[in-house]
T-cell receptor
Framework: SQQGEEDPQALSIQEGENATMNCSYK?????LQWYRQNSGRGLVHLIL?????REKHSGRLRVTLDTSKKSSSLLITASRAADTASYFC????????????FGTGTRLQVFP | DAGVIQSPRHEVTEMGQEVTLRCKPI?????LFWYRQTMMRGLELLIY????????DSGMPEDRFSAKMPNASFSTLKIQPSEPRDSAVYFC????????????FGQGTRLTVV
């Protein structure tokens, strides 16, 4: 079964707007990662946040982690049409740090 | 490094035929994962290997599915016999040792069983 659930399932915005995607998970984690998937392609890693971190930035990406609520959010600021893709969270559990389990994903459409 | 390489990119086969998907991980990566992606079930972890040893195959849907990793640079996922419900995109990913490392994905194999 999948570890993470993401919402919304789909999100449509205009260029320049911010996009926020949320991820909830079930077990205690070592870290949480966000990936992007363009249509017909493999997933590409965006950012990793460790369980002892609360917030992390990378360019226009901002990730937060709330381990008490078992949730994370990915914020893309000043979105561009090129940000159109599916975004997935993935968790690495404390017990088994080899395994990477993905959430259901959010499909983001950014209109020019 | 050329990244994770999967072959074939596309496969169309008839129901009942054997299908073999191939993966070459990034050199030096100790973990290798096989995922299946469908609209209905999303991205499912089928099996993963650590240092060429299968660690967890609990995601393998049925006995028709099998995976091997004979050496550090090659893995196969076999479906025998194939069924239409196996139609999906199959991804291979590799990851270096360490809990705080990222996974690198291949481009996937789109399998269609008719």
């Amino acid at each position: 079964s999948q570890q993470g659930e993401e919402d919304p399932q789909a999100l449509s915005i205009q260029e320049g707007e911010n996009a926020t995607m949320n991820c909830s998970y079930k077990t205690s984690i070592n870290n949480l990662q966000w990936y992007r998937q363009n249509s017909g392609r493999g997933l590409v890693h965006l950012i990793l946040i460790r369980s002892n971190e609360r917030e992390k930035h990378s360019g226009r990406l901002r990730v937060t982690l709330d381990t008490s609520k078992k949730s994370s959010s990915l914020l893309i600021t000043a979105s561009r049409a090129a940000d159109t893709a599916s975004y997935f969270c993935a968790t690495v559990a404390i017990i088994n740090t080899d395994k990477l389990i993905f959430g259901t994903g959010t499909r983001l459409q950014v209109f020019p | 490094d050329a990244g994770v390489i999967q072959s074939p990119r596309h496969e169309v086969t008839e129901m009942g035929q054997e299908v073999t998907l191939r993966c070459k991980p990034i050199s030096g990566h100790n973990s290798l994962f096989w995922y299946r992606q469908t609209m209905m079930r999303g991205l499912e972890l089928l099996i993963y290997f650590n240092n060429n040893v299968p660690i967890d195959d609990s995601g393998m849907p049925e006995d028709r599915f099998s995976a091997k990793m004979p050496n550090a640079s090659f893995s196969t996922l076999k479906i025998q016999p194939s069924e239409p419900r196996d139609s999906a995109v199959y991804f291979c990913a590799s990851r270096p040792t360490g809990s705080n490392t990222e996974a690198f994905f291949g481009q996937g194999t789109r399998l269609t069983v008719v």
